[in-house]
């Protein structure tokens, strides 16, 4: 059984640019949620995706958008990139939308905004 | 809505001794709760959770946590640490349906010899 792969797993960016960020959840899961971490502090839930239908997001911007594909797997991407991006983003996937289901994480993607 | 609190942002204990990691939560409606560990450059591995069942959870690696609802407390505890243990432990709640996740700002664990 295969895990959360994420990828890349490090980007430099510069502010103003877009990036977009995939997961690739693990093998049977259907629910998708991206989480962002800043340096010491803990994850802040973005959004998350349940059968290719956004269903719950956090306080974030519209520039932070994302989709999940028919296989599952899901993008990340962020427009217009400001300094205060920079963060480890977490890709989680789940069984089902359910909290009771419990999340696998990726091992994520450090992204930074120059 | 739902919060956490993580008592102590650094913890240090000798090897061999009880580790005690404090969490309390807020939440509005009955809650889910996990402790997640995080190794450097790595993502969240799941410790425990507890869902409404046994209000003494075990997880992985000995680490054990009881919910106490009176306390509105989480905390996870391990009767002896390991060098292996020291990392960043987060405490995080769900109230929601579609499993939003809300985590404390992380407690780091120091364990020396």
């Known amino acids: 059984e295969t895990g959360v792969t994420q990828s890349p797993t490090h980007l430099i960016k510069t502010r103003g640019q877009q990036v977009t960020l995939r997961c690739s959840s693990q093998?049977?899961?259907?629910?998708v949620s991206w989480y962002q971490q800043a340096l010491g502090q803990g994850p802040q839930f973005i959004f998350q995706?349940?059968?290719?239908?956004?269903?719950g997001r956090g306080n974030f911007p519209p520039r932070f958008s994302g989709l999940q594909f028919p296989n599952y797997s899901s993008e990340l991407n962020v427009n217009a990139l400001e300094l205060d991006d920079s963060a480890l983003y977490l890709c989680?996937?789940?069984?089902?939308?359910?909290?009771?289901?419990?999340?696998?994480f990726g091992s994520g993607t450090r992204l930074t905004v120059v | 809505a739902q919060s956490v609190t993580q008592l102590g942002s650094h913890v240090s204990v000798s090897e061999g001794a009880l580790v005690l990691l404090r969490c309390n939560y807020s939440?509005?409606?009955?809650?889910?709760l996990f402790w997640y560990v995080q190794y450097p450059n790595q993502g969240l591995q799941l410790l425990l959770k507890y869902t409404s069942a046994a209000t003494l959870v075990k997880g992985i690696n000995g680490f054990e946590a009881e919910f106490k609802k009176s306390e509105t407390s989480f905390h996870l505890t391990k009767p002896s640490a390991h060098m292996s243990d020291a990392a960043e432990y987060f405490c995080a709640v769900s109230g929601t349906s579609y499993g939003k996740l809300t985590f404390g700002q992380g407690t780091i664990l120091t364990v020396h010899p």
């Open positions: 093998s049977g899961h259907n629910t």
């Open positions: 995706y349940y059968r290719e239908e956004e269903n």
């Open positions: 989680a996937s789940s069984v089902g939308q359910g909290t009771n289901y419990g999340y696998t």
């Open positions: 939440s509005s409606v009955p809650p889910y």
